[in-house]
């Protein structure tokens, strides 16, 4: 099946600069690049392609994402496109001012390299910079942490965009990678139902902001299907294009960025800006449940929450996690999902910092003995407490931290590159103020604002995570990639959503490849969360379990608390059969996303 809907391929012109395709994928033909005019994506949340797909949370940033991989872009250019775009279509949660993380895997010589992109604290930040600081304006999320300039790490998106085409791009220029969303922002882009609502919850907030209250007709807020024209920002994404990320970070980009800063009550300098850099990190990897798992490390905490959660669970006897292809998760398997993910939490909160200024004892939290000791204390037929499944470790590492903004996307291209990047300006609209038409990001609430204080997602604080030059706040986001026992990749997965991202993240993968669920029923599926603390299992009314699954979790004594929806994931599944392959797209119909590709 293919719902995508291609609107004029033009000549079938081969990129000058399109390289040979390394055909790791014998099933698979690259056809020659096109110059395409107009790519739409799918018209459900989920399709399935046989040459490329893109799935983003944002329709048109799926297929501007297309539409570079069509003129003979890869997985990279198409990724950096696609969150370009994402950053005019869905300025509430990613963009220019914001940061985030790629996990790239070559298929040329099948490596995975994961680049953190992340925002960093100002040269000025110091572990009480938060202390007893009053609220910079009303409404909500408003601590000085959440709004305002002190809210605001320095941009990593521009240094990222620009690492990633330089470093695995097909040689695409810049200047047509933007092309994409310098379109969009000047003839404008409808506003999606979400961030229409976002809109909606931060409307105050954001009319203070000369920029954003340009964008409302009358009084605001955005409202659905109104056409979004940001010609600031396309001017900015043009230097983007034209001087690369330099245009950003230093000039006249950067001196409006700490202009807008320090009006906001920051403490950015150009010096800030100026020695931001891109960090490559070693991926967190673990064979579970017959799959090699690559995923985010520190500062992420999602990736260990992720592999830790899926260690308990493979150390259960089977009959306590039942698992039968076909079948949707039994309350059996829920209740084991949730009790293993309870420890993991806790480490967060104790342990997790910016592994470049603490000491991150990561293999003493992933020790087999410390997994035996989480998988002892659980009970098929109770819910523990968290406490059950908190074992400090023997040293400390360090004495002494519903609405997101944040975006997941996936592409997979016809070489067989596999791009996950997650990517964020942390609440809606970021700090909810702007510069050089960028909305600049509150990455700065994922610190600790102070130890035992929970931030905006009630994450509490750890030593470890407080404030202090350059640092990088603990993250939860997860971009993953799963390859087979062969060594293919057979998913890219990751989510929007806080402190929920990775749960999230790990569901609509297990959905897949341990229940074999195709991607787009794998992403219907409902959720469940929880986070250790506060102890309660939250499920979604958006998407409501059976009645028979949430009553066998009632009855084992889970606080079950309801919300809209939990966390917003894409997901590409890449399926080898006879017909060769075929990947399942699917953007999270919680967020109105669609994918796209051919
Ligand atoms: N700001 C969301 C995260 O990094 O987890």
Not at 102 to 108: D, E, I, K, M, T
Not at 272 to 286: F, G, Q
Not at 321 to 327: E, F, I, K, S, W
Not at 507 to 514: E, G, I, K, S, T
Request: charged share 20%.
């Amino acid at each position: 099946m293919r719902s995508l809907v291609v609107l004029a391929l033009l000549a079938q012109s081969v990129h000058a600069q399109t390289p040979e395709p390394v055909q790791t994928e014998p099933a698979r033909t690259v056809r020659a690049a096109r110059e395409v005019q107009g790519i739409a994506a799918a018209e459900s949340f989920s399709a399935t392609f046989s040459e490329f797909a893109v799935a983003a949370d944002h329709p048109a940033a799926s297929a501007a994402g297309a539409e570079i991989l069509a003129a003979g872009g890869n997985a990279a250019d198409a990724a950096a496109a696609t969150m370009l775009a994402l950053g005019v279509a869905s300025p509430a949660s990613s963009g220019l001012g914001g940061g985030g993380f790629l996990l790239y895997y070559r298929a040329s010589d099948r490596t995975f390299t994961f680049l953190d992109f992340r925002e960093a604290a100002p040269a000025a930040a110091t572990p009480e910079m938060f202390v007893d600081r009053p609220a910079p304006m009303p409404g909500r999320a408003n601590a000085a942490s959440q709004v305002g300039g002190l809210a605001s790490g320095v941009p990593g998106e521009p240094a990222g965009i620009e690492a990633m085409v330089r470093r695995f791009g097909s040689g695409l220029p810049l200047t047509r990678i933007v092309a994409p969303a310098v379109r969009l922002a000047e003839d404008g882009v409808p506003v999606s139902s979400g961030v229409a609502r976002m809109s909606g919850a931060f409307g105050d907030q954001m009319r203070r902001d000369r920029t954003m209250r340009g964008w409302f007709e009358g009084e605001g807020p955005l409202r659905e299907g109104q056409i979004l024209r940001q010609p600031e920002l396309a001017r900015t994404l043009r230097e983007l294009g034209a001087r690369g990320a330099q245009a950003i970070y230093t000039g006249r980009i950067a001196r409006e960025i700490v202009r807008a800063n320090r009006a906001a009550g920051g403490i950015f300098t150009m010096e800030d800006l100026a020695s931001y850099r891109v960090i490559e990190r070693e991926p967190l990897r673990a064979e579970r449940f017959g799959h090699l798992w690559v995923t985010a490390p520190p500062p992420s905490a999602g990736g260990f929450t992720l592999l830790q959660s899926l260690a308990v669970l493979e150390a259960l006897p089977t009959r306590w996690r039942p698992v039968t292809r076909g079948q949707s998760p039994s309350a059996d398997f829920l209740h084991a999902l949730v009790e293993s993910w309870k420890g993991p939490y806790l480490d967060r909160e104790r342990y997790f910092g910016d592994p470049d200024h603490v000491r991150l004892p990561l293999d003493a939290m992933l020790a087999p003995d410390r997994i035996l000791a989480r998988a002892s204390a659980f009970h098929p037929g109770l819910a523990n407490p968290p406490e059950d499944y908190d074992f400090p470790l023997q040293a400390p590492a360090n004495s002494g931290p519903e609405e997101n903004g944040t975006s997941h996307l996936c592409v997979v291209d016809a070489e067989g590159n596999v791009a996950a990047v997650t990517t964020t300006v942390n609440l809606p609209f970021g700090a909810r103020y702007s510069a050089a038409g960028i909305v600049m990001n509150d990455e700065m609430d994922d610190f600790a604002r102070e130890v035992g204080v929970s931030n905006a997602f009630g994450l509490l604080g750890g030593a470890p995570n407080l404030p202090g030059p350059g640092k990088r706040p603990i993250s939860t986001m997860t971009p993953t990639i799963v390859l087979d026992a062969e060594g293919r990749p057979v998913l890219a997965v990751g989510a929007a959503g806080g402190s929920r991202i990775v749960t999230a993240t790990q569901q609509v993968a297990m959905n897949v490849l341990l229940f074999g669920m195709s991607g787009g029923d794998a992403m219907a599926a409902p959720r469940v969360h929880h986070q250790a603390r506060p102890n309660v299992l939250r499920v979604e009314t958006e998407a409501p379990l059976p009645e028979a699954v949430r009553a066998g979790l009632t009855r084992r004594g889970h606080a079950i608390e309801e919300t809209d929806h939990l966390a917003t994931a894409q997901v590409i599944a890449i399926v080898r059969g006879e017909g060769g392959v075929r990947l399942q797209a699917a953007s999270d119909p919680r967020k109105g996303g669609r994918p796209a590709g051919i």
